[in-house]
Nanobody, 124 residues
Framework: QVQLIESGGGLVQAGGSLRLSCAAS????????MGWFRQAPGKEREFVAA????????SYADSVKGRFTISRDNAKNPVYLQMNSLKPEDTAVYYC?????????????????WGQGTQVTVSS
């Protein structure tokens, strides 16, 4: 059974930092694009960042460019999201996702596997 499990969420003040991790089990993800999405209350799930299989050029939503960094480690925890200079509008449930060789990173329908999410709350 394939599972993605996020961790690292929590409550932080504006301007602070958090590091999210995504642990995987059930298969290897070296051929999978790994992404992070988020969903705020009353809003649709939106793309945050992605890193393609084998590493390579990462992609970010405009709203997080320069503040968030995605990285991957195929050995154990396949993907991380370092979040700096957090803002109240970053408050959301953050989801890890995996899709086989996804090329259009922001298309959430391309991702076959999803975690259950971790809550990030940024206070002003």
């Amino acid at each position: 059974q394939v599972q993605l499990i996020e961790s690292g969420g929590g409550l932080v003040q504006a301007g602070g930092s958090l590091r999210l991790s995504c642990a995987a089990s059930g298969r290897t993800f070296s051929d999978y694009t790994m992404g992070w999405f988020r969903q705020a209350p009353g809003k649709e799930r939106e793309f945050v960042a992605a890193v393609p299989w084998g590493g390579g050029t990462t992609s970010y939503a405009d709203s997080v460019k320069g503040r968030f960094t995605i990285s991957r480690d195929n050995a154990k925890n396949p993907v991380y999201l370092q979040m700096n200079s957090l803002k109240p509008e970053d408050t959301a449930v953050y989801y890890c996702a995996a899709g086989f060789r996804v090329r259009v990173f922001s298309w959430k329908n391309q991702y076959a596997y999803w975690g259950q999410g971790t809550q990030v709350t940024v206070s002003s």
